[in-house]
T-cell receptor
Framework: GENVEQHPSTLSVQEGDSAVIKCTYS??????FPWYKQELGKRPQLIID?????GEKKDQRIAVTLNKTAKHFSLHITETQPEDSAVYFC??????????????FGSGTQLTVLP | KAGVTQTPRYLIKTRGQQVTLSCSPI?????VSWYQQTPGQGLQFLFE???????NKGNFPGRFSGRQFSNSRSEMNVSTLELGDSALYLC??????????FGPGTRLTVL
């Protein structure tokens, strides 16, 4: 089955700096890669996702890059703000018609943005 | 649209008991997936239901089971509870190839 490794497990940055979180996956059949943000005591919320037919996707201060050859993808947050502090999870999933996604998650990164 | 809802939000049980958790997906979503979240193991996939049929199952013992009703609402059941079953149980609903949206979770504590 799929295995997703996520690094680093903790990350502290100064407000306004950039943060980068990296994930690798093992199953070449995976073609969908979402990122979720989970604040303490709350549900995971999707912040951005990418499908394997594109190499990069941006949404304001957040971007995700995908390298299918190397089987890794990364989350980039620019101009970090204190409200970006949370645990971030990457995930990978194969998808085939007629079936739903079975997400395999990374172990999470605790991001702390220092004011 | 209303989001994914889960009941109850908190539950305390003792070892050996069984528990049933409920999930109502977003209106129109026919797929419901269940995940277990623990500090040690992270987020792990339990199973997924679509049109009342289990399509995928994760690597969990048979004590974990689920079902889905014709209105897409889903329940999961854990029998013979163990201390290690203490976790946040999350369900997520999905429509087609779209994003999975998570519910707030049920926090289960086994004493």
């Amino acid at each position: 089955g799929e295995n997703v490794e996520q690094h680093p497990s903790t990350l502290s940055v100064q407000e306004g700096d950039s943060a980068v979180i990296k994930c690798t996956y093992s199953d070449s059949a995976s073609n969908y890669f979402p990122w979720y943000k989970q604040e303490l005591g709350k549900r995971p919320q999707l912040i951005i996702d990418i499908r394997s037919n594109v190499g990069e996707k941006k949404d304001q201060r957040i971007a995700v890059t995908l390298n299918k050859t190397a089987k890794h993808f990364s989350l980039h947050i620019t101009e970090t703000q204190p409200e970006d502090s949370a645990v971030y999870f990457c995930a990978a999933s194969p998808f085939s018609s007629g079936s739903a996604r079975q997400l395999t998650f990374g172990s999470g990164t605790q991001l702390t943005v220092l004011p | 649209k209303a989001g994914v809802t889960q009941t109850p939000r908190y539950l305390i049980k003792t070892r050996g008991q069984q528990v049933t958790l409920s999930c109502s997906p977003i209106s129109g979503h026919r797929s419901v997936s269940w995940y277990q979240q623990t500090p040690g193991q992270g987020l792990q996939f339990l199973f997924e239901y679509f049109s009342e049929t289990q399509r995928n199952k994760g690597n969990f013992p048979g004590r974990f089971s689920g079902r889905q009703f014709s209105n897409s609402r889903s329940e999961m059941n854990v029998s013979t509870l163990e201390l290690g079953d203490s976790a946040l149980y999350l369900c997520a609903s999905q429509q087609g190839a779209d994003t999975q949206y998570f519910g707030p979770g049920t926090r289960l504590t086994v004493l």
